[in-house]
């Protein structure tokens, strides 16, 4: 066990890409064997689907020869995805394993679980609870509007998808504020340079610890979390120690 381990910190660039390439094919291969059975269940998922907005007096209609077969390639795809999302999840794991300290296996872990409990409560929140609320409230909107609704079948399944990826992923923000949180990233702390030129650089930060900036003058929220991954991702093969062979100058 012992020797498994020191082989895998000791891995070469090489073996790190053949390593990444086995996963990734696991991963598709999972994804591609999930699509088709998901396809042959997509015509009673569809169903389901469809069948909340019918409690509520929704009609539906196709406009197009395609676009019933295509909503069930787009529910058989997103069947797939949530199959195959706890392999992937475990593949990532394993993959930044042997670069991570112990306590930040045990962070990852725990983030990677929590975070996909919490994206599958979401999307059961919004099938529960936010589709009725949203469809029945709708068409009570429109009740004593003179226009009848004809409503696709496309645009339909496209708002109960993108619904249910959008409370999905507003579920899983608490995870990954306290994953980003424990990580640490710019920090101002009390005392320093930056802090004191922090209205200068027109700086936002958490004013309580771990004290993190959230915006400046030149990055916005958004280029920060990308700095923070590229920063995770450079201190996770640091630590590993795993590249101590480099290829000469020429």
Not at 35 to 40: A, H, K, Q, S, W
Not at 190 to 198: F, I, N, P, T, V
Request: net charge positive.
């Amino acid at each position: 066990m012992k020797r498994k381990k020191s082989s895998e910190k000791n891995m070469t660039l090489s073996g790190h890409l053949r390593e990444l390439r086995r996963r990734v094919i696991i991963c598709v291969i999972c994804l591609v064997v999930s699509f088709f059975i998901g396809l042959n269940f997509a015509p009673e998922l569809v169903a389901i689907l469809t069948g909340i907005g019918e409690q509520y007096g929704y009609t539906y209609i196709f406009i197009a020869p395609q676009e019933l077969l295509m909503q069930y390639f787009s529910v058989a795809m997103l069947a797939s995805v949530c199959i195959t999302l706890p392999i992937l999840v475990y593949q990532i794991w394993a993959f930044v394993r042997p670069g991570l300290r112990r306590n930040e296996n045990i962070l990852l872990i725990a983030a990677l679980i929590f975070g996909l409990i919490c994206f599958v409560l979401g999307v059961l929140f919004a099938y529960k609870i936010m589709m009725p609320f949203m469809l029945y409230f709708l068409m009570d909107l429109s009740a004593g509007s003179e226009i009848a609704a004809s409503i696709s079948v496309q645009s339909y399944m496209s708002f109960v998808l993108s619904t249910f990826m959008i409370f999905g992923i507003i579920f899983e923000l608490p995870v990954m504020s306290v994953l980003l949180t424990q990580l640490g990233f710019l920090k101002v702390l009390k005392g320093s340079g930056m802090k004191e030129d922090a209205d200068g650089y027109e700086i936002r930060y958490h004013e309580h610890a771990p004290y993190e900036v959230l915006t400046t003058r030149w990055l916005n929220y958004g280029e920060v979390l990308t700095l923070k991954g590229v920063e995770e991702m450079v201190e996770v093969y640091y630590n590993s120690r795993q590249y101590n062979r480099r290829i000469p100058p020429v």
